[in-house]
């Protein structure tokens, strides 16, 4: 690095200079060796000194940088960067100091920096003129040599002007202002662009170096640089006789004169001339035109060989090379009277768009442009036997031979255009646009004034029918869940190909085209409710439909055919039969004279008639459906009412299958045998291996089976077993177990062939629309569409998008084949359910180890959340072990603490003892329930326990309902359903779940009919932990189930997502 060091007056004089903060930079650019000296110093008024600096020690970046030493010691300097005052500038000082060349002692302040107001106005503004003693010491030479005219600088002598040292290379040592020598410059810059372009010198022989030539400089500045060179006090004289040259401040012009002459015959001359003054060659005259183009004239007079006059004119625009053809013609420039229309039409226009034509003596008027024409190309694209497929239009303005634009006429023809509907602009009309343009449109601007429309000969004609399409619709039986749709349609008695009509409205098209050319909008509501079902069939299975089917399921959309009034066979006997589905699923006024058969021994409710009737109905015409009563209501009781009518009906038919959880699978073989004691119910139990008889074995052993109840586990493993046999029908009971349409459970309960299928469940959505989606598509496929369409359709907007619309839409849908009822809607005699939340505070020790652990799986779990499909195991992990850890610090494997919970619970548990209450206790997590137990057991209270693993279940429930113990404590997927628990009537949640309808289901084994007690719910919730977050969650929850279920509110519930994980990490 530099070390040099500066005289204090030195750096005294650049901070004053510049700044403080500039010398400081300045000193580190110069230190880090950043300042490099560009040539050789040079004279331009002051000694110049050129730097390039980099604009930042270390880097490449390159700025300007000048420094300007005047005779008198003031100094100047500027730099290409935007800073003022500047860091370069004081660098490349210091470098002059530290060269010598610049002298800083204790006259320092003398020099100083010209103020900035003076500079900027001496760079812009020419020298203030003096006396002839003041003026440039420099002139400028003219000579002509060739038929050339050439210039060289000269300097003032002794007794006049001479040649001296002044050449065109060594400009720098001219004694003249830095604006004259920037001119100067100039003009032999010019003349190298003029060698290069010709690739020899100046044609002057042996002087090419001395005098630069004006005939061919290439540039349009010619006439003003000399101008300016003169204004700043540039002599310019002759070479031969020291004559002035003349610079004329008058200008010239080009322009064609055009004379008629009485046999009609044009005559054209192309002239200079000033004004209107023509400039002709005068006798011992020469004319010169100097520039490339010709930017001035030279007008040389010769007295003899010694002397000359030189007058010098510039052109108001520089001449035209088409002119300098015509002005260096010989031949005179006639057009004969019978060549003189041709003339106007093919050469005046052009002629006009490049030069003046003027005509002096008004002998000649040249005649007016004829108005621009808008002209159309319409190119039709015919396919056979289709026909019209597309039509390219081509727009573009046919101005003649003149190409003037008239922005005021050709604005009129285009608003004329524009109010016929069609659009200015390049394009391709597809069909539906095309043939309404070529029908409508086109018509009109063919009578337009100033449009041309050119047409194909295969350009196809059509007209807009007049008469409404006439549709009339039929049905008839297809396969299985479908019916054909036979469409008839004809306009004004032409009848319709249907196949067609069906493509074009199945591929959305607006218009459809007949034979004749008659084409009629497809827009109709006649056909409007055709379209919807065309792109309903084509969503339905996510695949492509070839012909067109209408599900029955799709009762809505058959609703609005008929009310439109086009079905012909209303009286269809199936329509007839579930019409009344669309109007009210829950009250089926047609199917009242459908009784509960004798079998059943049991008096249904009100309800439950309904939706036995409801359930006959679906079966009765082999359409499934969703039973999604509240729980406890009777479910089991309803669809075993229907499979009695069924045995009423058809006695020797095939048996009912009923596929539920492992644990429920006894009760529904004891309920069968309680309410319908005649009928025959088999229980699959172990697989075949382990019962050493094969389905079909078993079942052809026993001829009356009328019910077959497995479990989805040995249903999952046998499919093949159960596909092979023959079904009346399949009821999925607690069908939630087979929401996950990913699971191989689901995907054999599909592809299991039955004429009728039922779902029943009490939370026929947990957590999303796609488990709904999943339900309803094995019972009523078609119905919601295939998984694409409905996450598309549905899903999407009403979870995302909180589309009310179509949520009321999905509603509609549903209705005729998903049937809920809730226990405050129809059982008026249940007792009350109080639910009471108990806020539990941490004890000490534990809240310390509980936030502590909560600060670490925070930033655990917001750092995984944002890629929530690769973290998923991880994230809930987090969360469920502060879950356990909200129960007890050990399930977490910390260090054990007491549990405020087990006390409040033990509390709890000893006061509804002793009053005679009896209690379900439930929990997640089964280590914490066991630890529950325990407690319950150290204070001498009587309890059960059940969990998954629990074998005996039913001799377990039988000792409750029988026995004293009073309190159960059963693990949340234990006692999820199949439990029938009335003769509790407390129940303690231990620990919420963000899933509000798994609660209520263990809740509702106690609150049921058949209970005949207020049943209290307690729900213990560890205060301000993540069990107080999943309570608010759980509200959003329910409230989905609710709207989408029940109907009503607004949306405003999704899946446990990214933000709901956020939320509940707070």
């Known amino acids: 690095m530099e070390t040099q060091t500066f005289p204090a007056q030195a750096l005294q004089f650049i901070q004053q200079y510049t700044s403080a903060a500039a010398l400081k930079k300045g000193l580190e650019l110069f230190r880090h060796k950043s300042v490099f000296l560009s040539g050789s110093p040079h004279l331009d008024g002051a000694m110049v000194f050129d730097f390039y600096v980099r604009e930042v020690p270390g880097k490449n970046r390159m700025v300007q940088t000048s420094v300007y030493v005047e005779d008198d010691g003031q100094l100047d300097s500027d730099c290409t960067c935007p800073d003022i005052p500047c860091a370069h500038e004081a660098a490349a000082i210091l470098y002059l100091v530290n060269r010598g060349n610049l002298h800083i002692g204790k006259s320092a302040d003398r020099h100083s920096r010209r103020p900035s107001w003076r500079r900027a106005f ?427 089917k209408v599900s029955r399921y799709q009762v809505d959309l058959w609703q609005e055919l008929v009310e439109t009034g086009i079905v012909d066979a209303q009286e269809h006997e199936w329509w007839s039969r579930v019409q009344s589905l669309v109007q009210n699923p829950g009250r089926i006024e047609t199917a009242a004279e459908i009784e509960v058969p004798a079998a059943v021994h049991a008096e249904l409710r009100d309800y439950q008639k309904t939706g036995y009737r409801w359930l006959e109905t679906l079966r009765r015409n082999n359409l499934g459906g969703v039973l999604a009563d509240d729980m406890g209501l009777g479910k089991t009781l309803q669809v075993i009412a229907m499979i009695a009518a069924a045995t009423e009906e058809d006695p020797h038919g095939a048996p009912f299958l009923v596929v539920a959880p492992t644990s429920v699978v006894g009760n529904w073989v004891r309920e069968v045998q309680k309410f319908t004691p005649d009928l025959h119910a088999l229980m699959i139990e172990g697989t075949e291996k382990k019962r050493g008889i094969s389905l079909a074995e078993m079942l052809s052993s026993a001829a009356d089976i009328r019910v077959v109840v497995t479990s989805y586990n040995l249903f999952r493993l046998e ?89 009321e839409l999905l509603q509609r849908r549903m209705r005729p084949f998903l049937l809920r009822r809730t226990k405050e809607l129809v059982a008026a005699d249940l007792p009350e359910k109080t639910e009471n939340v108990l806020e539990v505070e941490l004890y000490p020790k534990h809240r310390r180890i509980y936030d ?115 309190v159960f404590f059963i693990s949340l997927k234990a006692g999820g359903f199949g439990l029938n628990l009335t003769e509790a009537d407390y129940v303690v949640l231990l620990d919420p779940w963000w899933n509000p309808a798994t609660e209520s289901q263990a809740v509702d084994r106690a609150h049921r009919i058949g209970q005949t007690r207020q049943v209290m719910v307690y729900r213990l919730v560890a205060k301000d932990t993540i069990e107080s977050k999943v309570m608010e969650l759980k509200k959003t929850k329910a409230a989905l189930f609710d709207l989408v279920l029940e109907g009503g509110g607004s949306v405003e519930a999704d899946g446990l997502g990214i933000d709901e994980i956020r939320a509940l990490m707070e």
């Open 122 to 548: 001496d760079e812009v503004l020419p020298p203030i003129p003096e006396e002839e003693g003041g003026r440039e010491n420099i002139c400028l030479f003219f000579h002509t040599q060739r038929d050339q005219l050439g210039i060289r600088p000269g300097e003032r002598g002794k007794t006049g002007w001479i040649k001296g040292k002044a050449k065109w290379d060594s400009l720098y040592n001219l004694e003249c202002s830095t604006r004259t020598r920037k001119l100067l410059e100039q003009l032999h810059q010019f003349s190298y662009q003029q060698t290069a372009r010709h690739h020899y010198g100046y044609g002057w022989g042996g002087y090419q170096m001395e005098w630069l030539p004006l005939g061919e400089l290439p540039t349009l500045q010619l006439g003003e640089i000399l101008m300016e060179l003169k204004y700043n006090g540039v002599a310019m004289l002759t070479w031969e006789g020291r004559r002035p040259v003349e610079l004329s401040p008058d200008l010239l012009r080009s322009r064609i004169t055009v004379r008629q002459e009485k046999n009609g015959d044009l005559v054209l001359e192309p002239e200079l001339c000033q004004d209107d003054t023509p400039i002709l060659p005068r006798e011992h005259h020469t004319q010169l035109l100097l520039g490339a183009p010709p930017t001035v004239l030279a007008e040389i007079q010769y007295h003899n060989e010694k002397t000359q006059e030189i007058r010098l004119q510039r052109f108001v625009e520089p001449l035209s090379r088409e002119f300098l053809m015509l002005h260096h013609q010989d031949e005179e420039l006639r057009v004969g009277s019978a060549e003189v229309e041709d003339f106007e039409e093919e050469y005046l226009p052009r002629l006009q768009r490049l030069m003046s034509l003027e005509s002096p003596d008004d002998s000649y008027h040249a005649p007016q442009p004829r108005p621009a024409v808008l002209q159309i190309d319409a190119t039709p694209l015919i396919q056979k036997p289709e026909g019209l497929q597309e039509l390219r239009l081509q727009w573009s303005w046919d101005r003649g031979s003149w190409g003037k634009v008239d922005p005021e006429h050709e604005s009129s023809v285009s608003r004329a255009v524009e109010a016929t509907g069609a659009t200015i602009a390049n394009q391709v009309l597809e069909k539906h646009r095309a043939v309404p343009f070529l029908a409508n449109v086109l018509p009109q601007l063919m009578e337009l004034e100033h449009v041309r429309v050119n047409l194909t000969e295969e350009t196809p004609k059509f007209r807009l029918a007049e008469e409404t399409p006439q549709v009339t619709v039929g049905i008839s039986a297809g396969e299985t869940d479908w019916f054909d749709l036979q469409v008839q349609v004809a306009v004004g008695g032409e009848k319709v190909e249907f196949s067609e009509l069906f493509a074009a409205l199945s591929q959305g098209q607006e218009l459809f085209v007949l034979p004749s050319g008659t084409y009629f909008d497809l827009n109709i509501p006649e056909l409007e409710q055709l379209r919807r079902i065309i792109e309903e069939a084509k969503t339905l299975n996510d695949t492509t439909v070839d012909a067109l």
């Open 719 to 807: 499919f093949e077993a159960y596909a092979e046999q023959n079904w009346s029908a399949v009821i999925f009971d607690e069908a939630q177990m087979i929401k996950n349409h990913n699971s191989k459970a689901y995907k054999s309960a599909r592809m299991l062939e039955a004429p009728f299928k039922l779902a029943v469940t009490g939370t026929p959505m947990e957590n999303n629309l796609m488990e709904l989606w999943s339900l309803v598509s094995l019972t009523s496929p078609g119905l919601l569409g295939g998984k694409t369409h409905f996450t598309e359709f549905y899903r999407a907007p009403i979870e995302k998008e909180k589309d009310t619309g179509k949520l």
């Open 852 to 966: 502590r652990r909560l600060q670490r799986e925070r930033q655990k779990v917001l750092g995984l959340v944002d890629d929530l499909d690769n973290n998923r195991f991880e994230v809930f992990r987090s969360l469920t072990l502060l879950r356990q850890l909200a129960l007890d610090s050990e399930l977490a494997a910390e260090e054990s603490t007491p549990s405020a919970k087990l006390d409040v619970l033990t509390e709890l548990l000893s006061s509804a003892a002793t009053e005679g209450h009896r209690v379900l206790v439930l929990s997640q997590f089964t280590r914490f329930l066991k630890k529950a137990r325990e407690a319950a057991n150290e204070a001498d209270i009587e309890s059960l326990y059940l969990d998954g693993k629990t074998r005996g279940r039913q001799k377990l429930i039988d000792d409750f309902r029988e026995g004293d113990s009073s």
